[in-house]
T-cell receptor, first 113, second 113 residues
Framework: NAGVTQTPKFQVLKTGQSMTLQCAQD?????MSWYRQDPGMGLRLIHY???????DQGEVPNGYNVSRSTTEDFPLRLLSAAPSQTSVYFC????????????FGSGTQLSVL | SQQGEEDPQALSIQEGENATMNCSYK?????LQWYRQNSGRGLVHLIL?????REKHSGRLRVTLDTSKKSSSLLITASRAADTASYFC?????????????FGSGTRLSIRP
């Protein structure tokens, strides 16, 4: 099993551009989530999903959109990139509504110029 | 502000010594989890302790949970160079609430040879 796969690993954007960070898991997990990690800091929850068709906001949702059309995929869309969105983004999944351990992807390092 | 806060922010010890990190949180929880992050990598789950448990062991790791004080501690015994990493606590809300897993800001642990 691949676990949680994130693409791309690195991305550079110009201010105002849009892009989608991809996340896929092959463990049939109901729960998926997106976090961002700024240098020297912990992870902050952006959005999460408890199943296909169900998403909700986390701590820092502004500037990001998500959708969950399948159990496997949970893409994160940056609508109009800003320098403040420069960060490392992690996708994670869990078997049961976030009540069990999280499995993390390897991260996407995003720079917005 | 974040649910979990780790203390200390940074810790440097000699190889072979024990390392203790603390986590405090603010609201009721279903479980508390500890994760490790090596530099430039994703997070790896270490241990999960549920709200009705007081202590849990896994190899050289010992986690305690005091729900009356809203605090947890992670003890790593007989530290090794490979334990050098950042350690994060994460709290899961009560089952009836939204499924947000919130991370603290982390403790950076350095093991001196």
């Amino acid at each position: 099993n691949a676990g949680v796969t994130q693409t791309p690993k690195f991305q550079v954007l110009k201010t105002g551009q849009s892009m989608t960070l991809q996340c896929a898991q092959d463990m049939n997990h109901e729960y998926m989530s997106w976090y961002r990690q700024d240098p020297g800091m912990g992870l902050r929850l952006i959005h999460y999903s408890v199943g296909a068709g169900i998403t909700d906001q986390g701590e820092v949702p502004n500037g990001y959109n998500v959708s969950r059309s399948t159990t496997e995929d949970f893409p994160l869309r940056l609508l109009s990139a800003a320098p403040s969105q420069t960060s490392v983004y992690f996708c994670a999944s869990s078997l049961d509504r976030g009540l069990e351990k999280l499995f993390f992807g390897s991260g996407t390092q995003l720079s917005v110029l | 502000s974040q649910q979990g806060e780790e203390d200390p922010q940074a810790l440097s010890i000699q190889e072979g010594e024990n390392a203790t990190m603390n986590c405090s949180y603010k609201t009721s929880i279903n479980n508390l989890q500890w994760y490790r992050q090596n530099s430039g990598r994703g997070l790896v789950h270490l241990i999960l302790i549920r709200s009705n448990e007081r202590e849990k062991h896994s190899g050289r790791l010992r986690v305690t949970l005091d729900t009356s004080k809203k605090s947890s501690s992670l003890l790593i015994t007989a530290s090794r160079a490979a334990d050098t990493a950042s350690y994060f606590c994460a709290t899961g809300p009560p089952y009836s609430s939204a499924s947000k897993i919130i991370f603290g800001s982390g403790t950076r642990l350095s093991i001196r040879p």
